[in-house]
């Protein structure tokens, strides 16, 4: 989108030419060309058009262009005089996309929804427009990918404008198609962007789309944005790699000579299949160097066995364990067992000659399925055609599990779906929804009276509570967890039942307490659901204030014992009550400067203080081993604090000058301030801040976020 627009960059390197088949470039100059000058044949496609054409006949014979004509038309002349940051005609954009979705596969409504997905946001077209000339599917997707203004949503606009593709994701995923495609491309052109804003726009890459792309199955795209995103983040190691990687391409092929000899294999056993040397992308080999620290020649690609039916699957993988020596652990069967993502495979490796190599096996139609994911499916609303094939959920298509009903609506986007309601503002969405997605694994348990739920790896008994009752899981007390008693923090794994134990109290006109969740169910808490409504119901019952008189004292921070001025001042940052001891006063700990609501606990040291930690300070776990005894604390009612915080940056003139006055605008005063000196022109800046409230820190956050240069602000 225009925002991202860039002018094109030195991309990763392509593998080399003796492992990958080269594609035919495509010169976006000569297109723009072309696209100024519109079709030399009337009632032809214009030559701008005609590789996407080209690739969207491949995938479906019998298309109707006419509609992509009429699309490319109306893109064409609303983007005419718009050009790139790179100087190119603007319409190089949607026509890349549209040529990356067609590649893939797509139907002609997502290309048509690809050639006019600027238009609304850029051009005077307005929406109304393309639904009346392309129809209601195309103005839905259309509205879906376009961007919310900054003018109208200021910092709030690029977390509100994920909420609301996602939200008409949910409805059609064709929505997120698009989007990706976007990204790659912009991506793909990144190079005349400032650094720091590529590295803003590759973060969010990397936390938000590249995970997306991961849970919809578009491998094909998550793989390249994966090393898009790795030359820009970490360009030492991309450089290590590509390195690596090259000199791998001049080494004898040691991948090749076992293909061969499973080609002959499989010939014997008049099993016709297709034996490809896959390459790794260069994210991948970086993992399995990080793995296994020295590479083998077989770990820069993966042999690919592509056959016809499933059941050619079964027997190739018998005949490679039969001629050669399997490694057992590496077998996994992702046909019977499929991927949350659609993803089906038998994944195992053989050694042979010394070496050993990973070998996937798996139908042309599940190849498909594995590269465009969601793309590969078409239109939600289309007839199904082998879905059972693609999702493995058998005849009716239909998973105990919920899972797979609908393969164009996983259920891992319904749960998304559903928690995104109760996100009570942009932040805490944003924030949310960068952990959820960082939760790539999967689980599945069962309840005896509700069967399947599929849940992130880590979840805890909480999780399955609240994804499970709802609401009423405030009134959980425990659970059985393979038929024994357990607690609540119990994390789950695979296949385990779990019964949910709710307790309900006897209403009754004497009863002041409200049931419901104790705070460290927050702690145990892996699910966003689960977290939001915990969070809600605590903010709207918060705690009975503790008692002021002998079982406690409410130690207001500025005020030092006697004897002690000013002491109390170099420590202060909001209002603590130490429970039990009346004489104590509480003052914050340098070391992880607790500010409210954190969760703290307290230790007492000399001169009759009590010095607050948060709970999940490394001071704690220490103290606690040397069998130094807590103290109970809470926070009081006054709403001041003090926090560290630290800022990192690229190196620029006057970035001290606007963070301070960032800082000042927001109304914090600067107790301390420390910066670092820069390395690979990068910055690092510490400031230790007073506040007035703790509910402004989130704000204050942000405005240091939007200071030019910085590119991230987290708490020390």
């Known amino acids: 989108m225009s925002a991202e627009a860039a002018s094109p960059a030195p991309a990763p390197a392509p593998a080399p030419p003796s492992r990958r088949r080269a594609r035919p470039g495509i010169d976006l100059r000569r297109l723009g060309r072309a696209a100024l000058l519109g079709p030399a044949v009337r009632d032809r496609l214009p030559d701008a058009i005609g590789h996407v054409a080209d690739a969207h006949r491949a995938h479906h014979p019998d298309a109707d262009l006419d509609v992509l004509h009429r699309a490319y038309v109306l893109a064409e002349s609303s983007h005419r005089g718009q050009y790139r940051k790179s100087g190119e005609p603007y319409i190089t954009h949607p026509l890349a996309v549209t040529l990356i979705l067609a590649e893939l596969g797509a139907e002609t409504t997502t290309l048509t929804a690809s050639l006019l997905h600027d238009t609304v946001e850029d051009t005077e077209v307005t929406l109304d427009q393309v639904g009346r000339e392309f129809g209601d599917e195309v103005r839905y997707l259309v509205d879906g990918v376009t961007k919310l203004e900054k003018v109208d949503y200021g910092a709030a606009a690029e977390p509100e404008t994920f909420r609301k593709m996602l939200v008409a994701t949910g409805s059609d995923v064709r929505v997120m198609s698009i989007k990706l495609a976007d990204r790659l491309h912009n991506m793909r052109t990144l190079g005349v962007m400032r650094p720091e804003k590529q590295a803003r726009i590759a973060k969010v890459t990397r936390d938000v789309l590249i995970p997306l792309a991961e849970r919809l199955g578009v491998q094909a795209l998550k793989t390249e944005l994966e090393d898009l995103v790795f030359a820009i983040l970490h360009p030492a190691d991309h450089q290590r790699t590509r ?8 080494a004898p092929d040691a991948l090749g000579a076992i293909a061969d000899d499973v080609r002959a294999v499989l010939r014997d056993a008049r099993i016709p299949a297709e034996v490809l040397v896959r390459p790794r992308h260069f994210v991948s080999v970086h993992r399995v160097r990080l793995k296994r620290g020295e590479l083998r020649a077989t770990d820069f690609g993966r042999l690919l066995v592509l056959v016809e039916e499933d059941a050619d699957c079964y027997g190739v993988l018998g005949e490679l364990h039969t001629c050669f020596t399997p490694v057992v652990s590496e077998f996994k069967d992702f046909i019977a067992a499929p991927k ?15 070496a050993v190599a990973e070998v996937l096996i798996r139908t042309r139609r599940m190849h498909r399925v594995a590269e465009a994911g969601v793309v590969a499916l078409g239109s939600p609303d289309a007839p199904e055609t082998g879905a059972a094939t693609a999702t493995g959920t058998g005849g009716n298509g239909v998973a105990e599990d919920g899972e797979r009903r609908d393969p164009t609506r996983p259920g891992w986007l319904s749960r998304l779906l559903a928690w995104q309601q109760n ?5 805490t969405f944003w ?3 960068r952990d959820d997605l960082a939760q790539d694994a999967e689980i599945t348990v069962f309840c005896p009276d509700a069967g399947a739920l599929a849940l992130p790896a880590g979840a805890t008994c909480v999780d399955a509570a609240y994804a499970r009752h709802g609401e009423a899981a405030h009134d959980c007390v425990g659970a059985r967890v393979n038929g024994r008693l357990a607690a609540l923090g119990t994390v789950l794994a695979d296949g385990d039942t779990v019964q949910l134990l709710l307790g309900h109290q006897p209403a009754a006109p004497q009863q002041a307490a409200v049931s419901g969740p104790s705070p460290e169910w927050l702690e145990h808490a892996r699910t966003p659901a689960a977290r939001i409504a915990i969070g809600s119901w605590l903010t709207a019952h918060p705690p009975a204030p503790a008692p002021v008189a002998q079982a406690g004292a409410s130690v207001a921070q500025g005020t030092p014992p006697a004897g002690r001025p000013g002491r109390s001042d170099r420590h202060s940052g909001g209002s603590a009550i130490v429970a039990g001891l009346p004489e104590a006063q509480a003052k914050l700990a340098r070391c992880c400067t607790p500010v409210p ?11 009759g203080y009590v010095t607050v930690h948060r709970a999940a300070c490394s001071a704690v776990t220490r103290m606690a081993a040397a069998g130094r005894e807590a103290v109970p604390v809470g926070w009081g009612e006054s709403a001041g604090c003090r926090v560290t915080l630290v800022a990192e940056a690229f190196g620029r003139p006057r970035l001290l000058a606007d963070l301070t006055d960032a800082i000042a605008t927001a109304g914090a005063a600067i107790v301390s301030a420390t910066v670092e000196p820069p390395s690979e022109q990068r910055v690092r800046h510490t400031y230790t801040l007073r506040l007035a409230d703790a509910a402004e820190l989130p704000a204050l956050m942000r405005a240091m976020r939007q200071v030019a240069g910085v590119y991230d602000v987290a708490r020390a």
Do not use: E
Request: glycine fraction near 8%; charge should be negative.
């Open 431 to 433: 924030a949310t929804l």
């Open 597 to 607: 609501p954190d969760a703290v606990t307290g230790f007492a040291v000399r001169g």
């Open 423 to 427: 996100a009570p503002d942009p932040d």
């Open 340 to 354: 949350f993502n659609l993803y089906q495979s038998l994944h195992t490796a053989v050694a042979a000659d010394g």
């Open 243 to 250: 390195a690596l990687v090259d000199a791998a391409a001049s």
